[in-house]
């Protein structure tokens, strides 16, 4: 897919990504590049688009930036590897398998930017000022509220909790965590009678 300005990006479906350092390529010659086989290429939903509906807009009127980073918390759910934004109106899950690219850059200056896109939430990369690539956010299902909130009720109640309840200790805990009138220590002079 090109811009208006021409620069190239390629399109997951879920995200697109600037390429950059590459000569102007077709969809086939990009699919030539990953090694795709002639026979698999069929499989691949390819096509040499212009972006008119501005998914690659560099900036945008509404567009958010998220001061926040991640907020330093995965989950696993569905088989994604998740990661919360904080957002001034809630939390956008971000699937890290889209943000590894960006994660590999070589830069000192990435900004995340919210902004919607046909009714989706979407996170506009950019490096500076340069936007790099636009990842929709993975929304938040009913199941996965649920999972979350009962994960965080279990939490609060471990971390009111002191010591272990009778039912987890093990035998090895009564011989080696509990002291007894026979394994005290001894006085660092006994048997000297206090003279050198």
């Known amino acids: ?29 990009f699919l030539n590049l990953l090694g795709v086989p002639e026979n698999k290429k069929d499989k691949w939903e390819r096509g040499d688009r212009i972006d008119l509906e501005g998914l690659t807009k560099q900036d945008r009127v509404a567009e958010r930036e998220l001061t926040a980073d991640p907020a330093g918390i995965s989950i696993v759910y569905n088989n ?8 001034s109106d809630g939390i956008v899950w971000m699937d890290e398998e889209l943000l590894e690219p960006i994660r590999r850059m070589d830069s000192q200056y990435l900004r995340f930017f919210l902004r919607g896109q046909k009714g ?11 936007l790099v690539a636009v990842i929709a956010a993975v929304k938040m299902s009913e199941d996965l ?13 471990e971390s009111n909790r002191e010591g272990v309840w009778m039912y ?17 220590a001894e006085p660092a002079d006994a048997g000297h009678g206090g003279e050198d």
């Open 120 to 130: 989706r939430r979407m996170i506009a990369v950019k490096d500076g000022l340069i």
């Open 1 to 29: 897919m090109e811009d208006l300005e021409g620069s190239q990006w390629v399109n997951t479906m879920e995200a697109i990504y600037r390429l950059e350092g590459l000569p102007k390529m077709t969809s086939d010659d």
């Open 168 to 184: 987890e200790n093990s035998d090895d805990d009564f011989c080696f965590g509990e002291r007894t009138e026979n394994n005290t």
């Open 145 to 157: 509220a649920e999972k979350i909130e009962t994960m965080w009720r279990q939490c609060v109640m």
């Open 80 to 87: 994604m590897l998740l990661t919360p934004f904080y957002v």
